[in-house]
């Protein structure tokens, strides 16, 4: 499709389960963000990839978060250890990757950890 | 640090009233980029404007415009003749400065609602 897409739209899964959820940015956008959306509140920074490397990981909360962007395209997010605090809205974006370019962003992915 | 804040938590308006979403930014950057992006209930950000520090000129866009102030650092959008389709999150959104792309520090939003 032309749009951010992201998969699954929504995950259930179990405290301490590991769960992956996947982001297929938009063609040629070499710049791919993921965010997290609290109820209620506006997103917040997780991790910014240029083409496959990681160039700003500093939002990530800890180290049961990792993202993965192999051949600059398709990222995933994995999640280990997921505990209920995790529960939120993941969002992706894209964006063409110059200084200030606009960033489209995907659906979302709605975790909930029970 | 960079932050934005967006006072409004909720707007509730008639349709065909006209509405302002505020928004005050602070950051240390010489050079940055503001946002307002709309969430609608299917949950996806949609982006409306980009505004960059040089440039202060106000923005009009059908029914929207913008209203950049770099002296009271503050970047208001205004809705002319609100309609209900115009139901939504509105996140105002500031740019970190990178050698690429955007980490985009966001507001808190402001939900708005146009009753019929």
């Known amino acids: 499709g032309a749009g951010v897409s992201q998969t699954p739209s929504n995950k259930v899964t179990e405290k301490g389960k590991y769960v992956e959820l996947r982001c297929d940015p938009i063609?040629?956008?070499?710049?791919l963000y993921w965010y997290r959306q609290s109820l209620g509140q506006g997103p917040e920074f997780l991790i910014y990839f240029q083409g496959t490397g990681a160039a700003d990981d500093s939002g990530l909360p800890n180290d049961r978060f990792f993202a993965v962007r192999p051949e600059g395209s398709v990222s995933t997010l994995k999640i280990q250890r997921t505990e209920r605090g995790d529960s939120a809205v993941y969002l992706c974006a894209s964006s063409l990757g110059g200084k200030g370019t606009e960033a489209f962003f995907g659906q979302g992915t709605r975790l909930t950890v029970v | 640090a960079q932050k934005v804040t967006q006072a409004q938590t909720e707007i509730s308006v008639v349709e065909k009233e006209d509405v302002t979403l505020d928004c005050v930014y602070e950051t240390r950057d010489t050079t940055y980029y503001l946002f307002w992006y709309k969430q609608p209930p299917s949950g996806e950000l949609v982006f409306l404007i980009r505004?960059?520090?040089?440039?202060?000129q106000n923005e009009i866009s059908g029914r929207y415009s913008w209203n950049f102030q770099k002296s009271t650092s503050s970047f208001n959008f205004t809705i002319t003749a609100s309609q209900v389709v115009d139901s939504a999150v509105y996140f105002c959104?500031?740019?970190?400065?990178?050698?690429?792309?955007?980490?985009?520090?966001f507001g808190a939003g402001t939900i708005l609602r146009v009753k019929s």
């Open positions: 063609s040629g956008h070499t710049a």
């Open positions: 505004r960059n520090s040089f440039d202060e």
């Open positions: 959104a500031l740019s970190e400065s990178m050698e690429y792309g955007n980490k985009l520090v």
